[in-house]
């Protein structure tokens, strides 16, 4: 393997600004016992010691970062001997619970990263930063004269992008203090300020996605992406680099997809963020999925539930045991509304225990169990592990396979009450699914009690929303109307809603509550549709489209949206 300095030659000279004549002269300089290779290129080639720094990083594909900017901490540098900080040269700059990131001039020394790693007992993740200022690191965190015309100097006056605020205490933990201190690197400041304008925009989701010159970042708002910022393509590393050591993630791998989450707190609201990071030719994209635990227990008549839909959840949820399927597309709200459910079942004298991939949010008073495929953790051995922990009300993030849907349905009829979604068009279609995995026709229909169809719609801005008439042409898509003198309205936008026309999102939804007859015609075999047609005639189940239709008609939202996300019946 190549070594450093060769590497950086082969590198400089890639990019003109060293002969390879010149190059291989120091090179053997350096070899001969004279001068280190980088004091050469200073003093001979008159390369400066930032530039260095830059194609180095460029070439490993390591972050390179200013520790003039940062603000050490002496705890974490205690984790580090001093003996080995002076002899390898580097310095550490933040610990994440297991994790030591440490500022060091050649991150190909092998021998320094393995005795970190025994020492400190730590993964080590390296970043490359400028000799002088390790050394005057080194200086102000272990003691030694530092000269006065080098101390809080980034040695060319200028204060790179890549410059970022230590991790706190706080933030080790895997919670993020926004704050706006003065002394605040410019990458914390922008990351924070996004943060924040996200909250207060309602954002679902940040996505933050390396193009060819800039780094666009773009919000989630109602379920539609819009454009909010454009960053310089300097700032690109620095900006995702903090997302990640925030994030509890290796910053040195960016070739392959990473998950991480942190906490915000921000004034008396606490928001989780899963991150999830996909490496891309141009770098990586990040994605902050934005996780509100405000959001979970509003009650189900926030979400858009109808109280005739309440009432039969209501009923259900009483019972100590059964299983309740929640189905519909990826974004439907599915985890929300089951957080809602668990949300007011989560009574101290109850168990809760939740298997997820990944564990959506954080909830306190329940048992919540992250799956990992790649050491054996799946949803079944997880849920057949579970149900030996005495649970009473288990969550299951998803029915993907025969064993996962065979234990939960035994599990339903043993004293258990479970939760768990499917991805399904409609409620009927729920029960060929999970016979099509498999599970016995009988099992279905002793064992769910309740299925839910559901769809996401946006909510119309009450301060703008203008009434119309509806083009006849949308009348005869949509079938029917439910009242052909309800007022209609359609968006129009205001300050309120940033002009959009729209402000939050609901849920359409179809509730299939299974009875006795329902119970024959699944053990009988009888088709979705049969099972669909006889909820709707005989028990007046209300269809996604109808549901749709009723709080159109209510002025809550457009007959567009019912369209676009319902089919016909």
């Known amino acids: 393997m190549s070594s450093l300095k060769e590497r950086l030659s082969t590198a400089l000279v890639d990019k003109g600004l060293l002969t390879k004549e010149r190059a291989g002269r120091l090179l053997k300089e350096t070899a001969a016992g004279g001068k280190e290779f980088a004091k050469l290129l200073i003093e001979r080639e008159g390369i400066n010691e930032e530039t260095l720094v830059g194609v180095m990083a460029e070439e490993l594909g390591i972050p390179a970062v200013s520790l003039a900017k940062y603000r050490l901490d002496p705890a974490v540098a205690q984790l580090v001997p001093e003996r080995l900080a002076r002899q390898h040269l580097l310095v550490p700059i933040a610990q994440f619970g297991q994790r030591l990131v440490i500022a060091i001039a050649d991150p190909l020394n092998v021998f320094a990263l393995d005795d970190l790693r025994t020492v400190t007992h730590h993964a080590v993740d390296p970043v490359l930063a400028q000799e002088s200022e390790i050394r005057r690191a080194i200086a102000r965190l272990y003691g030694g004269k530092i000269p006065a015309t080098e101390e809080g100097s980034t040695g060319n006056g200028a204060s790179p992008p890549e410059a970022a605020e230590p991790l706190a205490e706080s933030e080790r933990e895997g919670q993020l203090r926004l704050s706006d201190e003065a002394d605040s690197a410019p990458i914390v400041k922008v990351i924070n300020l996004m943060i924040v304008e996200a909250l207060q925009k309602r954002a679902s989701d940040i996505h933050l996605e390396p193009m060819a010159d800039v780094l666009r970042v773009r919000y989630r708002i109602d379920g539609q992406l819009k454009e909010a910022h454009r960053f310089p393509k300097t700032a690109q590393s620095a900006i995702l680099t903090r997302l990640k050591i925030i994030s509890g993630l290796d910053i040195t791998e960016w070739r392959l997809p990473q998950d991480g989450r942190f906490k915000v707190r921000l004034d008396a609201r606490e928001v989780d963020f899963r991150v999830s990071v996909l ?190 008439e509806p083009a006849p042409e949308l009348v005869k898509r949509l079938g029917r109307l439910p009242k052909p003198e309800a007022t209609f309205y359609q968006a129009a936008g205001c300050r309120s809603c940033q002009g959009g026309g729209y402000h939050g999102r609901m849920g359409i939804l179809e509730v299939l509550v299974v009875d006795e007859r329902i119970r024959e015609l699944i053990v009988s075999k009888a088709p979705s549709w ?40």
């Open 279 to 468: 490496p891309l030719t141009g770098g990586g994209k990040v994605v902050l999925r934005v996780l509100d635990k405000g959001s979970l227990s509003v009650g189900l008549d926030h979400l858009g539930f109808l109280p005739e839909s309440v009432e039969a959840f209501g009923e259900v949820v009483k019972r100590p045991y059964g299983m309740i399927l929640v189905t519909g597309p990826t974004g439907s709200g599915k985890s929300t509304t089951l957080y809602s459910i668990l949300s007011q079942l989560n009574l101290p004298t109850r168990h809760i225990i939740t298997i997820e991939d990944p564990v959506e949010y954080q909830v306190e008073g329940m048992t919540q169990v992250q799956v990992n495929p790649e050491i054996g953790l799946t949803f079944a051995s997880g849920l057949r592990s579970t149900l030996r922990q005495n649970p009473d009300i288990v969550m299951i993030g998803e029915v993907r396979d025969f064993e996962t849907a065979d234990i939960a349905m035994k599990a339903s009829l043993t004293g258990h009450l479970v939760l768990s979604t499917l991805h399904t068009n409609d409620a009927a279609t729920a029960v060929p699914r999970l016979v099509d995995m498999g599970v016995e026709p009988f099992l279905v229909a002793s064992g769910v009690t309740l299925i839910e169809a559901q769809r996401l719609v946006r909510k119309l801005c009450p301060k703008c929303r203008k009434a119309y």
């Open 530 to 569: 049969e099972i669909k047609r006889y909820a709707i005639e005989q028990r007046g189940m209300t269809t996604l489209r109808e549901d749709g239709l009723k709080k159109a008609a209510m002025g809550l939202t457009t007959l567009e949206e019912v369209l676009q996300v319902t089919s016909e019946e």
